[in-house]
């Protein structure tokens, strides 16, 4: 290692302690909260997901069973999750929030939301932006050499616009898993998702649809579509968004969003609407960034299982009224 090497090695690690200090987790508890970092961060990625299996958090936060199941285990007695069996197999189980729950995870965001902007106020603009960067940057290198995967990974994944072989059942292998592991979808799902998504490829060279695909190595792992037919009243559909799950967190979701709002805005559509269901936060959270507010939810059946269904609904863009601003 070279001196100038050994320094910025050094530089980073005393930085790193500095804010491990300053975070609280020196402490036995986090986030002006009576439970262990390794309980709130549980807390806030089941709120993230809506709904995971011990085994997910385990693979997630990069802990041992036991150590997990022992703190599941206190969360539950002190009523802050619950085990719920699966329709399908009762033998299946997920954990969620409880109300009382959802209360502590919002005094959490409030408690973590107000610390990062105190922060804030002592960095300026430039400086802010170099923050938000540097650490999305480093905390992704860190869960690389966890799971010995590239650190480069946004980088190395290419967004390629129509048809590819295959891509029906890889889209269709992407829904079934992730809505399997996370809210017991099973056959009747799978295969509304690849006859629809057969139905539409058949529709690729109408102008008015187009479909994007996150391509790595040749390997397709992510996707979105936008369907300029099937509702009409010159008003298009988000279809069919989804990512494998080693891209979660790597900016690829927002890089295919971006080019399916940009291509709607092309075409002058009235409106772009999506339909999803309550629970899934992140998605909700990167579809509300891009303009689409919540429209309408009721209780609906047709994703296979009961669900509280919503539809998100972004406005057309004009582009006169948006550069007055």
Known sequence: MSMQNARLVNEIRVASRLMVRELGFMNATLAATDYSPSAVHTLLEIDNQGAMTAAQLVHLLGLEKSSVSRMLGKLITAGEIEEVASKEDARFKTLQLTPQGQESVSRINQYGSQRVVEALHHLT???????????????????????????????????????????IGRISEMHASYYSSHYNFGCFFESKVAAGLAEFTGRLENPANR?????????????????????????????????????????????LMSEAM????????????????????????????????????????????????????????????????
């Open 211 to 255: 479909i994007w695909l996150a391509v790595q190595q040749g390997r397709i792992v992510g996707s979105v579509a936008i369907d300029g037919e099937d509702l009409g009243n010159n008003e298009a559909h988000l279809r069919w968004f989804i990512l494998d799950d080693a891209c979660r967190g790597s900016g690829i979701g927002r890089r």
């Open 262 to 325: 940009a291509f709607c805005d092309s075409q002058a559509f009235a409106a772009v609407q999506l339909w999803t269901f309550s629970g899934l936060n992140a998605a909700r959270r990167l579809y509300e960034s891009f303009g689409f507010r919540l429209t309408k939810e009721w209780q609906g059946e047709q994703w296979g299982s009961e669900m509280l269904e919503q539809q998100f609904t972004r406005p057309q863009r004009h582009p006169e009224s948006e550069k007055a601003r």
């Open 125 to 167: 603009p430039s400086q802010q932006h170099t923050v938000a960067a540097g650490l999305t940057n480093w905390a992704q290198a860190l869960e690389a050499c966890r799971k010995g995967t590239s650190t480069s990974q946004s980088d190395s994944i290419d967004i390629v616009s129509g048809y590819q072989p295959g891509m």
